[in-house]
């Protein structure tokens, strides 16, 4: 009986899958990578070894129980699509993720992304702001007063006012069309 060695991986061959919208079959998968190991030698009873990983989103829902974990794959998980903010001098799009937390109601993800420092200050606090409540309470935010509620009143202008006010109203809006 002999002792045979493992053989010797000689090269890695990856391939990378990014994938669009929803995923393999709606499942949120947004990234597969296929690794192919190769043996040393051509010995006819060693083969390649072939590994498939897959990724999904986690996502971070800030006040989520400890206990409770989000799997994307068996929680209801509605996204919006990524939308230009009207009256905005800077290039800003936000997009709505609603995530179940049961009996109708849903945690609330706000992402996007924007031209320069200041809207994306901006959109980060309102996604900060908007990641604490659930669905149903976006929907009775006062736009003309959230600047207050972020206390900001004494760093934006008017205009930049006028956008995160309709960065509010988009993302109402997208909370709308998703319940």
């Given at each position: 009986?002999?002792?045979?060695?493992?053989?010797?991986?000689?090269?890695?061959?990856?391939?990378l899958?990014?994938?669009?919208g929803d995923?393999?079959?709606?499942?949120?998968?947004?990234?597969?990578?296929?690794?192919?190991?190769?043996?040393?030698?051509?010995q006819?009873?060693?083969?390649?070894?072939t590994?498939?990983?897959?990724?999904?989103?986690?996502?971070?829902i800030?006040?989520l129980?400890n206990?409770?974990?989000?799997?994307?794959?068996?929680?209801?998980?509605?996204?919006?699509?990524?939308?230009?903010?009207?009256?905005?001098?800077?290039?800003?799009?936000?997009?709505?993720?609603?995530?179940?937390?049961?009996?109708?109601?849903?945690?609330?993800?706000?992402?996007?992304?924007?031209?320069?420092?200041?809207?994306?200050?901006?959109?980060?606090?309102?996604?900060?702001?908007?990641?604490?409540?659930?669905?149903?309470?976006?929907?009775?935010?006062?736009?003309?007063?959230?600047?207050?509620?972020?206390?900001?009143?004494?760093?934006?202008?008017?205009?930049?006012?006028?956008?995160?006010?309709?960065?509010?109203?988009?993302?109402?809006?997208?909370?709308?069309?998703?319940?």
């Amino acid at each position: 009986d002999q002792h045979k060695e493992p053989p010797t991986i000689t090269h890695i061959e990856k391939f990378l899958s990014f994938l669009e919208g929803d995923g393999i079959d709606g499942n949120n998968v947004f990234l597969i990578v296929e690794s192919v190991f190769y043996p040393f030698g051509d010995q006819e009873d060693i083969r390649s070894i072939t590994c498939l990983e897959v990724f999904k989103p986690l996502y971070n829902i800030e006040n989520l129980p400890n206990d409770i974990a989000v799997d994307a794959q068996s929680t209801t998980v509605l996204k919006s699509e990524l939308e230009q903010v009207d009256e905005c001098i800077e290039n800003i799009k936000i997009r709505t993720t609603l995530i179940s937390k049961g009996a109708e109601a849903y945690y609330v993800i706000l992402d996007g992304e924007a031209d320069n420092d200041l809207s994306r200050g901006i959109l980060a606090l309102l996604s900060s702001m908007i990641g604490k409540l659930d669905a149903k309470d976006v929907l009775n935010i006062n736009s003309s007063t959230v600047v207050n509620e972020l206390m900001l009143q004494d760093v934006l202008d008017q205009e930049e006012v006028l956008c995160l006010e309709n960065m509010v109203k988009m993302t109402q809006n997208q909370v709308r069309k998703l319940l």
